[in-house]
């Protein structure tokens, strides 16, 4: 967009100066101004700072009778990286010049009373299909509308991954559909889904991967130091759509925060880091989102933090497996921590449903070790409390079943999710359904046979609501009733 504004001045004669800036360090910008002023003023320069400093003086409006009061300017600097880089380097206010500036970042210090800011955002999803559309064709490649239009949202309508996962088709000779079946592969990285940095379209200097591990490190070193990774790491397992913020700085999440503190230097090589404070949680989720990694609104609490999905995809990829499943340990206790025991803010448990959908679906069997997390059953405990008694029914129906091939099925989380069950049957009209539902162990065959003798005798209700009981009895049995894996939810 930057580039598209500079070409459209200078091929329309509004400006006699173009001064293309990258601002990715200090450096890069002494350097740039230094070969500007060269080029502008003439005569030998001592020293690049020097040269940047005499460059930038002639840029400051002069009377008619010299310097650059007749030269209309334009200088744009590219991806500034930190705003202290452009400390003393900022372009001067000047009727006949313009300064341009791009960055991820949302820092105060790059804003001011002479400066107008345009927030650039993601694609509509209208947008993004076009843009597909119009840089495959090109290349005389034409794709089915859907198809085009289903890559656009699994690329989160993001320009630059659009950029690249087109520039990926067409130098791989892929068609949409198989594109997409690799991306949904959580097994394929992201990375080897884009081009090598030597094939990059538009003259782009990264990948997208590459500039969000940039943006991740800078922010890692920000104060409160180490803490910003972990804290995107915790978000990249949660639903992008929005977490609420009492999670992320909930005690489970404060642990892991300070676990993973521990384990980066200085820390790592002596003593113990302090304790992870939930202000420096928040202050960890602020730096996250000046670096433009996430979106932090606390005015909207159910859903202060956003992550775009990719962004989230890339962050998992960096994940040892050994740190994915610790990851979701932590993420899971963080929901539990927070999830009300009576769901009465309705719009709270369906965030946090949303939020453990995520999580489940993501984490395979990492929840599941060294037992099932009390996530499974507070997430079907929720549904039929807020009324979606029939939802509650299938989500556990679904959950016996995955318990049954995990665990077996005697296992006391596989009877304890069968007493549930029975319960939000019965709750959703369909009180027998437990007792006819076809049996999977020798004690699930016991269970119906005493329901159908009963069923003879003419109380099937009755029959009905004993299962619940049956199945608590035996699952007490075997553990403790409180005991924090198995606890009866009903």
């Not at 990375?191 to 490190?217: G, K």
């Not at 994915?324 to 929901?335: G, M, N, V, Y």
Request: hydrophobic share 40%; net charge negative.
């Amino acid at each position: 967009m930057a580039a598209h504004c500079a070409r459209c001045a200078w091929q329309a004669g509004e400006v006699d100066l173009l001064v293309w800036v990258p601002a990715s360090s200090r450096e890069a910008v002494i350097a740039t101004y230094a070969q500007a002023a060269g080029e502008t003023l003439g005569g030998p320069l001592s020293g690049p700072e020097r040269a940047a400093s005499a460059f930038l003086a002639w840029l400051h409006p002069r009377p008619s009778s010299g310097g650059s009061n007749g030269c209309r300017w334009l200088v744009v600097l590219d991806d500034v990286a930190d705003p202290s880089h452009l400390r003393g380097l900022w372009p001067p206010s000047s009727p006949s010049g313009r300064t341009l500036v791009t960055t991820r970042r949302r820092d105060a210090a790059l804003t001011g009373p002479e400066r107008s800011l345009v927030e650039v955002g993601l694609f509509t999803p209208a947008e993004a299909a076009a843009y597909l559309s119009d840089a495959l064709a090109v290349h005389g490649r034409h794709e089915a509308p859907e198809q085009l239009a289903a890559l656009a949202m699994d690329l989160g309508c993001l320009p630059l991954a659009l950029s690249q996962a087109a520039a990926y088709l067409i130098d791989a000779d892929l068609d949409c559909a198989t594109y997409r079946t690799r991306l949904a592969d959580q097994n394929t990285t992201l990375n080897t889904l884009l081009p090598h940095p030597s094939e990059l379209p538009d003259d782009q200097a990264v990948t997208v991967t590459a500039a969000w591990s940039l943006s991740l490190d800078q922010a890692n070193r920000t104060r409160p130091h180490n803490l910003a990774r972990p804290m995107l790491q915790l978000a990249a397992m949660l639903d992008a759509n929005g977490i609420p913020a009492t999670v992320l700085t909930s005690p489970p999440a404060l642990v892991y925060l300070t676990e993973q503190n521990a384990a980066t230097p200085p820390y790592s090589n002596t003593c113990e880091p302090p304790q992870t404070t939930a202000e420096e949680a928040t202050s960890a989720l602020r730096t996250l989102h000046r670096l433009n990694l996430i979106d932090h609104t606390p005015k909207s609490p159910h859903r202060a933090i956003r992550v775009h999905q990719l962004i989230q995809r890339a962050v998992r990829d960096s994940l040892p497996a050994d740190h994915t499943e610790s990851c979701a340990q932590a993420a899971a206790d963080s929901l539990m921590a927070v999830w009300p025991e009576v769901d009465r803010d309705t719009a709270l448990a369906q965030v946090l449903r949303a939020n453990a959908e995520t999580l489940r679906s993501l984490t395979g069997d990492a929840l599941w070790r060294p037992g099932p997390h009390p996530l499974f059953l507070r997430t079907g405990q929720s549904l039929g409390e807020t009324g979606q008694v029939t939802a509650a029914r299938e989500y556990l129906r679904r959950l016996v079943e995955t318990s049954h091939s995990r665990l077996g099925p005697d296992h006391p989380h596989t009877l304890n999710t069968r007493r549930n069950l029975a319960w939000w049957q019965g709750e959703a009209g369909d009180p027998t359904g437990a007792v006819t539902t076809p049996p999977r162990s020798g004690w699930g065959r016991r269970a119906v046979g005493r329901a159908r003798l009963v069923d003879a005798a003419g109380t099937p209700a009755g029959a009905a609501a004993d299962e619940p009981r049956r199945v608590g009895e035996l699952s007490q049995a075997r553990l403790e009733p409180t005991h924090r894996r198995t606890a009866v939810v009903v």
